[in-house]
């Protein structure tokens, strides 16, 4: 979401937004005279209502559900989004106190935007009300075009955000990039969004070993698993994905329930309660099938996460992990191969191209 600030120094009230390589700014408006109090309220409301349209980015409502079945989540969302078109007559004339209390929305987009507009209101400059509209119909418009795959301008802060869909422009861009570079490069970080960039991180790990597991003689979903004994990995999520891929699970379905499953754990919800309930039953038969004292048995359980993915930030997590993986492919390909490393890499990055290459019908 965009921040907004006043700089005291200027009387100003400044814009600031992420890119994946550091924040930008933009001066929205010197402001008339007001007191800081009055300023700051203006930019913590302008931050919320940022906060509040851009969770209809991250929270669609194609992945709740049919947006058709009154009072469903799903439509409760759609319902989110479409209030948009409410913002502007809220920062224009919002709800003000009376003698019979003050209404009150239910919509988090609506509210805010009257608590825009009660801001403005006692600040009372129609310029600067003018200039306000025009900011947040800016910020629509980016959350807009991040909706449609395009992450140019202000849009680029959608690249630190995690979202469960994926806009299949930005699957192909991720794909792109690495087949330019199968270990990955910083673009897929800093120009993508991170969930159709994991799409295409998952379509390229299954490649990477399904070619080291033929050349190592190891299951495609051990792969990682036996680099780990090379050198320390990151191996829960990546054998997790690779044993799905196995299971004929295509990279979006995969990517889209891994970060879905986080963002519900980052709002107090257990997703699948019997799914953690079968997990932790799975750690309590290993302590007992190895016989480990109670020491570790209470290790192997504070280690337990009902998310596999960091919940603040799970589709930069899945991707970080994803790529990971394909670099112990890596790995475990150069331990089974002859020649200089610069040449295995070369030839690692060859077979891997071919493979990913020749399924890239099933990135979908």
Same mark, same amino acid.
């Given at each position: 979401?965009?921040?907004?600030?006043?700089?005291?120094?200027? /009387?100003?009230?400044?814009?600031?937004?992420?890119?994946?390589?550091?924040?930008?700014?933009?001066?929205?408006?010197?402001?008339?005279?007001?007191?800081?109090?009055?300023?700051?309220? =203006?930019?913590? /409301?302008?931050?919320?209502?940022?906060?509040?349209?851009?969770?209809?980015?991250?929270?669609?409502?194609?992945?709740?559900?049919?947006?058709?079945?009154? /009072?469903?989540?799903?439509?409760?969302?759609?319902?989110?989004?479409?209030?948009?078109?409410?913002?502007?007559?809220?920062?224009?004339?919002?709800?003000?106190?009376?003698?019979?209390?003050?209404?009150?929305?239910?919509?988090?987009?609506?509210?805010?935007?009257?608590?825009?507009?009660?801001?403005?209101?006692?600040?009372?400059?129609?310029? =600067?009300?003018?200039?306000?509209?025009?900011?947040?119909?800016?910020?629509?418009?980016?959350?807009?075009?991040?909706?449609?795959?395009?992450?140019?301008?202000?849009?680029?802060?959608?690249?630190?955000?995690?979202?469960?869909?994926?806009?299949?422009?930005?699957?192909?861009?991720?794909?792109?990039?690495?087949?330019?570079?199968?270990?990955?490069?910083?673009? =897929?970080?800093?120009?993508?969004?991170?969930?159709?960039?994991?799409?295409?991180?998952?379509?390229?790990?299954?490649?990477?070993?399904?070619?080291?597991?033929?050349?190592?003689?190891?299951?495609?979903?051990?792969?990682?698993?036996?680099?780990?004994?090379?050198?320390?990995?990151?191996?829960?999520?990546?054998?997790?994905?690779?044993?799905?891929?196995?299971?004929?699970?295509?990279?979006?379905?995969?990517?889209?329930? =891994?970060?879905?499953?986080?963002?519900?754990?980052?709002?107090?919800?257990?997703?699948?309660?019997?799914?953690?309930?079968?997990?932790?039953?799975?750690?309590?038969?290993?302590?007992?099938?190895?016989?480990?004292?109670?020491?570790?048995?209470?290790?192997? *359980?504070?280690?337990?996460?009902?998310?596999? *993915?960091?919940?603040?930030?799970?589709?930069?997590?899945?991707?970080?992990?994803?790529?990971?993986?394909?670099?112990?492919?890596? *790995?475990?390909?150069?331990?089974?191969?002859?020649?200089?490393?610069?040449?295995?890499?070369?030839?690692?990055?060859?077979?891997?191209?071919?493979?990913?290459?020749?399924?890239?019908?099933?990135?979908?």
């Amino acid at each position: 979401m965009t921040r907004y600030a006043f700089d005291a120094g200027r /009387n100003a009230l400044v814009a600031i937004w992420a890119t994946g390589r550091g924040d930008l700014s933009e001066t929205v408006a010197v402001l008339p005279p007001v007191s800081s109090d009055q300023a700051t309220s =203006l930019a913590s /409301n302008l931050t919320t209502l940022s906060r509040f349209q851009w969770r209809t980015y991250t929270h669609p409502a194609s992945a709740a559900g049919d947006p058709d079945v009154p /009072n469903s989540e799903a439509w409760r969302r759609a319902e989110e989004r479409r209030n948009f078109k409410e913002v502007e007559a809220g920062i224009r004339a919002p709800h003000l106190p009376t003698e019979e209390g003050l209404i009150v929305s239910y919509s988090g987009v609506v509210e805010s935007a009257h608590r825009v507009g009660r801001a403005l209101h006692g600040i009372d400059v129609d310029t =600067l009300t003018d200039v306000i509209v025009a900011e947040v119909g800016r910020e629509q418009a980016a959350i807009e075009s991040a909706e449609l795959g395009d992450l140019s301008g202000r849009s680029r802060q959608a690249v630190e955000m995690s979202r469960p869909d994926v806009s299949p422009a930005q699957v192909q861009a991720a794909h792109e990039l690495l087949r330019a570079d199968p270990l990955g490069s910083l673009e =897929l970080f800093t120009e993508l969004d991170p969930a159709s960039a994991s799409v295409a991180a998952a379509h390229w790990l299954f490649a990477a070993a399904e070619v080291t597991s033929e050349l190592a003689e190891v299951p495609t979903a051990e792969v990682v698993v036996e680099a780990d004994d090379i050198e320390a990995l990151q191996v829960e999520t990546p054998t997790l994905v690779l044993e799905r891929s196995v299971a004929g699970e295509s990279p979006t379905e995969i990517v889209v329930d =891994l970060i879905a499953e986080a963002i519900a754990v980052s709002e107090g919800h257990v997703p699948s309660p019997w799914g953690v309930v079968a997990r932790v039953a799975e750690i309590e038969e290993q302590a007992r099938k190895y016989e480990v004292d109670s020491t570790t048995r209470a290790a192997m *359980l504070a280690e337990f996460r009902i998310s596999r *993915l960091d919940p603040v930030r799970p589709a930069l997590d899945l991707l970080e992990d994803l790529l990971d993986g394909i670099r112990g492919c890596l *790995l475990l390909y150069t331990v089974h191969s002859a020649g200089e490393d610069d040449e295995i890499e070369e030839q690692f990055a060859i077979d891997v191209r071919a493979e990913a290459e020749a399924h890239s019908d099933q990135l979908f």
